[in-house]
Structure formats: structure tokens, C-alpha cells
């Protein structure tokens, strides 16, 4: 049995199915298959239950599993240990063009820094990066309410939950060409009447639609990345809504208090969290990372 093993079990667990698996590690389905298969023989018990449904664990490979989680995660530490200032940052994150510009000015102030790795993706896909050991550290944001099902989450994940702000400001965001950058007060039919652009993931459709109360329009643009949300928002035509502890830095473009032109009810209070894996001690780079995003 190598680490290779467990790697590649861990990847079958997290994915369902050993053809996702194989696509996340970027092999064969038919080697993967076969490590599968030589490690269940040395083992001499079955980890996985295989139907036309996909692969679920027995419980002798849920107990296997959790074992198996915490030796990678003691890998990732020992081969840290000597050299923990060079250690690549590697984080997921829900979109935020804070934590991006956070991300590389740190990445830019470590000098001959090692080769860092940086990811904007929903809070699902954030916890999926971290389960399957792609990221050691994921940034979610989420309503303040469901801080809770996050939290819950994560521990069903095997990660640890750690707020990180607490309260952050929700605000229309435009460039200044926009029609509404400064209109004198902006109203709950100004904003249903505009182009939104937000990105295209579960949580943000989520957010937008259930707790933010905005309704549907075939103006919105649903974008996966950050260049094509930038250039919407840059073209005058799409507004978004942005959630920072710091408006102050969003220089580029004319942020507008939201709380005025929201539906009754609407739930636009988020909070931000940092997750890890359990056991895992965050390294140094890691914990200067965070604090120059607390601003500390």
C-alpha cells in the first residue's frame, strides 16, 4: 500500500464514482480501477459498494476513509516541517474581488515565493476542493442565518469551521457610466429593472434569488469567471451586488448603499469563513496570508 492508495480512494470517496475520480486526478479510468482493486485485495475487505448509482462506502471503508484522511493530512505536514515559510499557499474561494486582491499582493510580497495556487469557486465547490485535498485552505461566504448549515457541513466533511469576518457590508456595485451610479436615491424598481451580472453557481443563485428577493430577468447575465464579471460591470450596462469589509478599496467602480432598494424580508446580512481540514495546523504563510486579509 502506498500514499498513492490512499490518494486515489480518498478521490473515489469524494467523487462518487470512479470516473469522476479518474478526471479529477487526471488518469485512466481503467488505473484507477485497478488501484481500487489491488488495494481492497491487500486489505483483504471491500472499501467501496459499487452500483449502477455510482460507489458509496461499506462501513469497514468509512472507518478506512476517515484513517486514511488523516495520514495525507499528516503527509502534507511532515513534508512542511524545516521549510514551512516556503510552503505554496494553495486557497479556494467563493468569488470575492477582495480575497483576490489579497491573495496577490501576498503572493507578490513573498518575494521568491514558492508556487502558490489560487481558485474562485461556489461554497460547495470551495468544500469539494478541500475534501478531495485539491486546496488546503477554502474562504466561503455565506448568509448570516446559515452559518449554522455551513458549519454542520464542513464538520460532515471532515473540515474545521473558523469565522473570519463576521459582519460584512452588502453594496450595489456599477461602473460610473451606469445609469444608477449616481442617481440620488435608488429604488426597489430601479434595481428589478436593471441587468445584474453574478456568477454562475448554485450559492450565488441563492443568494441572489432567495435571500436577496431579486427577481428573475432575462437581462442578467450569469458569468464563470472573473474577466467576463469585470467586463460586464466595466461596460456600464450590468450592476452586481458585492459583499466586503472593506468598500473603501473598491476604487474602480462606484459602490451604493443596498439596504434602501431590497423587497421587505430580504436577508442581505453575510458573514465569511475559513476552512481547513480537522487536525490541520495552519502553516505560517497560510496564517500571514489570513491576517493581511484581516488587515491585521
Excluded: W
Aim: glycine share 6%; net charge negative; hydrophobic share 40%.
Amino acid at each position: 500500500m502506498t500514499f498513492r492508495h490512499l490518494e486515489c480512494a480518498i478521490a473515489v470517496a469524494n467523487a462518487g464514482s470512479i470516473n469522476n475520480a479518474a478526471k479529477k486526478l487526471l488518469v485512466s479510468q481503467p488505473y484507477l480501477s485497478n488501484m481500487i482493486n489491488s488495494l481492497e485485495r491487500e486489505l483483504g475487505y471491500s472499501i467501496f459498494i459499487r452500483s449502477s448509482h455510482g460507489i458509496s462506502c461499506t462501513a469497514e471503508g468509512a472507518a478506512f476513509m476517515e484513517r486514511a484522511e488523516r495520514i495525507m493530512s499528516d503527509l502534507v505536514e511532515i513534508r512542511s516541517l524545516g521549510s514551512e515559510s516556503e510552503v505554496p499557499l494553495s486557497v479556494a474561494t467563493y468569488y470575492s474581488r477582495f480575497i483576490t486582491e489579497g491573495f496577490r499582493n501576498f503572493h507578490n510580497m513573498s518575494g521568491n515565493a514558492p508556487s502558490d495556487r489560487y481558485r474562485e469557486m461556489g461554497n460547495m465547490e470551495v468544500i469539494d476542493a478541500l475534501t478531495s485535498r485539491e486546496f488546503s485552505l477554502g474562504i466561503i461566504y455565506h448568509a448570516k442565518t446559515k452559518l449554522s448549515k455551513f458549519a454542520t457541513l464542513a464538520t460532515a466533511h471532515n473540515l474545521t469551521y473558523n469565522a473570519l469576518f463576521d459582519d460584512m457590508g452588502t453594496y450595489l456595485i456599477m461602473s460610473d457610466d451606469h445609469p444608477l451610479a449616481h442617481k440620488e436615491e435608488i429604488t426597489i424598481d430601479d434595481l428589478n429593472s436593471s441587468a445584474v451580472v453574478f456568477f454562475d453557481d448554485v450559492s450565488t443563485m441563492l443568494y441572489f434569488m432567495d435571500h436577496l428577493k431579486l427577481q428573475e430577468s432575462s437581462s442578467h447575465f450569469a458569468v464563470s469567471d472573473r474577466g467576463a464579471y469585470m467586463d460586464a460591470l466595466l461596460s456600464g450596462h450590468y450592476l452586481s451586488i458585492i459583499n466586503t469589509p472593506y468598500p473603501e478599496k473598491e476604487n474602480l467602480f462606484v459602490l451604493r448603499d443596498l439596504s434602501g432598494c431590497l423587497a421587505e424580508g430580504a436577508d442581505f446580512e453575510v458573514s465569511s469563513a475559513y476552512l481547513t481540514h480537522q487536525g490541520h495546523s495552519l502553516t505560517r504563510r497560510e496564517q500571514d496570508f489570513l491576517s493581511l486579509l484581516l488587515g491585521r
